[in-house]
T-cell receptor, first 116, second 113 residues
């Protein structure tokens, strides 16, 4: 069974600085998708970024980018120019392509605080 | 385009009761998934429905059930509630293509007393 590990329960960053959140996963599959979701205090889960495993190019969405290291099974999220609104819990998620459906396996999350 | 909606947003029940939660997906999305979020276990997949058929199921007891209607709206039911069922229940609708990305609703907060 696949597992997702986020080793940093909490992280902090100052406004305008850069922070990197770590995620590792365990799988024997070669094709899968990876996601980062953000959950602010409102509890609404918001998609931040996604990565297809077959794509070597790291995904980027504005200030958010990933460092996808397939061989190392690592999928870190870099937030540049951090803003107060980035404060939230961030979840890394894995989706197997060898299953019926689109179920996600989530890590335990990293709580990011942003200070001014 | 309206997002995923879930009703009710908050529920308080007592042990032994049953509860039904509702989820309306984004227009055009035909697949709905349910997740349970607790501080101890984190986010766990419950089940997924597509075209009124259960496509996948997580490791939860039979007290947890769901269904999907022809308009893609979905309900989940929990019978004989236990204290440990207190959680945030999240519904997600899936956009086919784009990695089958899941878009989440605001959740229903269930408290079992």
């Amino acid at each position: 069974a696949q597992t997702v590990t986020q080793s940093q329960p909490e992280m902090s960053v100052q406004e305008a600085e850069t922070v990197t959140l770590s995620c590792t996963y365990d799988t024997s599959e070669s094709d899968y998708y990876l996601f980062w979701y953000k959950q602010p205090p409102s509890r609404q889960m918001i998609l931040v970024i996604r990565q297809e495993a077959y794509k070597q190019q790291n995904a980027t969405e504005n200030r958010f980018s990933v460092n996808f290291q397939k061989a190392a099974k690592s999928f870190s999220l870099k937030i540049s120019d951090s803003q107060l609104g980035d404060a939230a819990m961030y979840f890394c998620a894995y989706r197997s392509l060898n299953q019926a459906g689109t179920a996600l396996i989530f890590g335990k999350g990293t709580t990011l605080s942003v200070s001014s | 385009k309206a997002g995923v909606t879930q009703t009710p947003r908050y529920l308080i029940k007592t042990r032994g009761q049953q509860v039904t939660l509702s989820c309306s997906p984004i227009s055009g999305h035909r697949s709905v998934s349910w997740y349970q979020q607790t501080p101890g276990q984190g986010l766990q997949f419950l089940f997924e429905y597509f075209s009124e058929t259960q496509r996948n199921k997580g490791n939860f007891p039979g007290r947890f059930s769901g269904r999907q209607f022809s308009n893609s709206r979905s309900e989940m039911n929990v019978s004989t509630l236990e204290l440990g069922d207190s959680a945030l229940y999240l519904c997600a609708s899936v956009k086919r293509g784009e990695s089958d990305t899941q878009y989440f609703g605001p959740g229903t907060r269930l408290t079992v007393l």
